[in-house]
């Protein structure tokens, strides 16, 4: 069998099994498990794939078969231009999500105080440090095996932040310039017709907002009070459908300049409003 031969039947079989993207995942489960380059599998597309890294190929395609998100199978997933680690503990980073990170990054400046709730894989805060040198971080989760991940993205990625097991501000101490957050915001009997990838592999933690979505939003904009400094920014990522609802509670809040931010489709992505 021949690599190009692989491949076509790798995008027909994961086409089968109604994956969405299959002749893509097909390619990156080919480049992780052959560890190859476009161009070198342009070079060798008639060449004959060695038996054992056939084999290997087969099991990381019956596993995505099942829909196992292609990031749970080769372990990481690359975000505003870093690559994260990620595992069945922590949403997978979201290309959405660095519409919040973009909206954070002009605010911050060196030496501002930055608080990142729900932090999961660590992925804004550990951009935002990466982006903005000088800019003192803390992050917190309510998971400590989601903080252990972060933790460790932090270590490769070559910041320092402080991680928190806490449920929001529980066990948070001092203000900050800054809070980001992108809690969960699914309602919860939207989450079974979600597709099947998040559904059934994505830790439900990070996805259920409870009732209508809402709940870690009004819990974070009653509760910050004491911990945003005046003038400090609080920002979130909200569901496309829900930037009335969240930019009416901050306004209530006693948020100013409160303002929806859209994203690359023109849905409704970011909140942001600033502490009177
Ligand atoms: N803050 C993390 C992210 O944006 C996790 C979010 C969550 O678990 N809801 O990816």
Known sequence: ??????????????????????????????????????????????????EEEYARYQELL??????????????????????????????????????????????????????????????????????????????????????????ENARRLGVETVFIESDLFERISGSFDLIVSNPPYIPTGVIDSLMAEVRLFEPRTALDGREDGLYFYRRIIAESGPYLKTGGWLMFEIGSDQ??????????????CVRVVRDLSGLDRVVIGCRC
């Open 62 to 151: 019956q596993q995505r078969g099942t829909h196992v998100p292609l990031q749970h199978i080769t372990g990481e997933q690359e975000f505003m231009g870093l690559s994260f680690r990620v595992n069945d503990q922590v949403l997978i980073p979201r290309q959405d999500t660095e519409i919040l990170v973009e909206q954070a990054l002009q605010q911050a400046k060196a030496g501002m105080r930055v608080l990142d709730l729900c932090t999961g894989s660590g992925c804004i805060i550990i951009s935002l440090l990466k982006l903005c040198p000088g800019l003192l971080g803390t992050a917190s989760d309510i998971s400590p095996e989601a903080l252990q991940t972060a933790g």
């Open 1 to 50: 069998m021949t690599y190009r031969e692989a491949l076509e039947r790798a995008g027909a079989y994961l086409e089968e099994c109604r994956i969405a993207d299959a002749r893509t995942d097909a390619w990156y489960l080919m480049e992780y498990c052959c560890h190859m380059s476009r161009t070198q599998y342009l070079m060798k597309l008639r060449e004959p794939v060695p």
């Open 243 to 256: 930037g009335e609802a969240v930019s009416g509670l901050m306004r209530r809040g006693a948020f100013r």
